[in-house]
Nanobody, 122 residues
């Protein structure tokens, strides 16, 4: 059983920065990839970024490219999301996920955290 716990959400002004963390625990944690998704009120959960757990290769949604950075610390089983130049429309619950494949589709991720709220004020 794998558990993912996000932290670091909060309130930030438009244009500001915020960092999220997601710590994984489990008997044998060896994902193919970890990712961040987000879900705004009344909208579907959407992909933000993913990282290949072994190679460190990253991939971003166009909407966050150049502003968000995903990274990982394999020794700590932790993935991070550094967010800059945040916009009010990026207010959402941010979820981390772990899966076998380095892909953007949420259907390919098996384990999910409980989410952390990010609110961007205008």
């Amino acid at each position: 059983q794998v558990q993912l716990v996000e932290s670091g959400g909060g309130l930030v002004q438009a244009g500001g920065s915020l960092s999220l963390s997601c710590a994984a625990s489990g008997r044998t944690f060896s994902p193919g990839a970890m990712a961040w998704f987000r879900q705004a009120p009344g909208k579907e959960r959407e992909f933000a970024a993913t990282i290949d757990w072994i190679r460190g290769t990253t991939y971003y949604a166009d909407s966050v490219k150049g502003r968000f950075t995903i990274s990982r610390n394999n020794a700590k089983n932790t993935v991070y999301l550094q967010m800059t130049s945040l916009k009010p429309e990026e207010t959402a619950v941010y979820y981390c996920a772990a899966g076998r494949f380095f892909m953007a589709s949420r259907n390919l991720y098996t384990y999910w955290g409980q989410g952390t709220q990010v609110t961007v004020s205008s």
